[in-house]
Every structure is written in C-alpha cells, then in structure tokens.
C-alpha cells in the first residue's frame, strides 16, 4: 500500500510542477465557435484582444519577453522606466493603453491596476498607430513571433478588419484567429 500511496504523491507532485497555470486577461473576450482544431504556442505568442467596442488589447507570454518588449519601447520612444516600471509590466499578463497613460498604469499598485478600466490602444490617432507600433516592437524583440487575434463574438467585423488592416500594413500577414471549437451539439454544420 504504501508504494502505492507515494506513486500517488510523485504523479500529484509531478503534475503540479509541470502544469502551466492560466495567467489573468486584461479583457475578457467571449470567443466565437468554429469547427477548425489548431492549437495555440504556448511560447513566443503575441495576442491581440478585441473587445466588443472594438478596443484592443496586448498580451505577450512570457514575463521575460515582455521586460525587453519595454525596453525597446522605451528605447525608441525615448522614455526612462524605472525598475518598479519594468517589474509591473513584467507581472501584467497584458495592457490596453495609449503610450501616454502607460507609466500612469505602470505606477499603480498591483489590485488597483487589476480594477482600472482599459481604454484599449489606439488603432487610428491621424498617423500614429499604436498598435502596429507594439507589434512591429514585439517582432524585433522576438524573430519568431506568432500573432492571435482574439475577438469577442459580438465585435462588429468592421473593428476586427481594422485589426487585419493594421497588421498587413505592417506586413504581417500570418496570424491565427482564436474561436472555440464546436461540440457535437452546437449542430455543427460541415
């Protein structure tokens, strides 16, 4: 019984150490149905969420990645962060700001940070598109970078096309569009 028991204990013990654990959303996106079947990276993934107005939203996955993405930020928009800055972005699992409230976002405690409401980054501001600004900064930190669009079902198609505009403009034109696959009694239709 005993060697029973610790077999128990090691796969627990194993199964804790080797589960990669869900990281909170910066907006949550209720996701449409489809029958395709491809699974997300779970490295080098940059998404890009879609709320139903239309905002948008970054997230990056890995805490080290996003410490660089800032600092190239910083590097070409000329900005200092403070390590405390760096530590906060690191810890966010994503951010939805324009660049001028950022460091206001960056500067708050951690819980007043999880409650503040995100306008989303700017897609059309006359020439500058932040959006495509973070991209085009993701790519240079990571070369093998994928990109997802994670779109709410309700979004209008026209705020999701804008997506698409900003990253063929910027020419990326590999990305996957995340939807929850359909089960046999969604009346899935082949």
């Given at each position: 019984?005993?060697?029973?028991?610790?077999?128990?204990?090691?796969?627990?013990?194993?199964?804790?150490?080797?589960?990669t654990f869900k990281t909170g959303e910066v907006?949550?996106?209720?996701?449409?149905?489809?029958?395709?079947?491809?699974?997300?990276?779970?490295?080098?993934?940059?998404?890009?969420?879609?709320?139903?107005?239309?905002?948008?939203?970054?997230?990056?996955?890995?805490?080290?990645?996003?410490?660089?993405?800032?600092?190239?930020?910083a590097q070409v928009n000329q900005i200092q962060?403070?390590?405390?800055?760096?530590?906060?972005?690191?810890?966010?699992?994503?951010?939805?700001?324009?660049?001028?409230?950022?460091?206001?976002?960056?500067?708050?405690?951690?819980?007043?940070?999880?409650?503040?409401?995100?306008?989303?980054?700017?897609?059309?501001?006359?020439?500058?598109?932040?959006?495509?600004?973070?991209?085009?900064?993701?790519?240079?930190?990571?070369?093998?970078?994928?990109?997802?669009?994670?779109?709410?079902?309700?979004?209008?198609?026209?705020?999701?096309?804008?997506?698409?505009?900003?990253?063929?403009?910027?020419?990326?034109?590999?990305?996957?569009?995340?939807?929850?696959?359909?089960?046999?009694?969604?009346?899935?239709?082949?």
């Open positions: 019984m005993t060697p029973m028991v610790d077999m128990a204990f090691l796969l627990v013990t194993f199964f804790l150490l080797a589960t907006v949550w996106v209720q996701i449409p149905r489809s029958v395709a079947g491809l699974n997300l990276p779970m490295t080098d993934l940059l998404t890009i969420s879609v709320n139903k107005d239309g905002q948008a939203y970054l997230s990056l996955t890995s805490p080290a990645t996003r410490r660089a993405w800032l600092q190239k930020h962060y403070t390590e405390e800055e760096y530590r906060a972005f690191e810890a966010m699992s994503g951010f939805g700001v324009p660049t001028a409230q950022l460091r206001q976002l960056l500067q708050m405690p951690s819980e007043e940070r999880k409650r503040f409401k995100q306008a989303g980054i700017p897609m059309k501001a006359g020439n500058k598109n932040e959006l495509a600004d973070w991209i085009i900064l993701a790519r240079v930190v990571i070369p093998r970078l994928r990109i997802a669009i994670k779109a709410d079902a309700t979004t209008p198609y026209k705020k999701v096309e804008d997506v698409i505009k900003t990253l063929t403009d910027i020419n990326v034109l590999r990305f996957t569009l995340i939807t929850q696959p359909k089960g046999l009694d969604d009346d899935a239709r082949y």
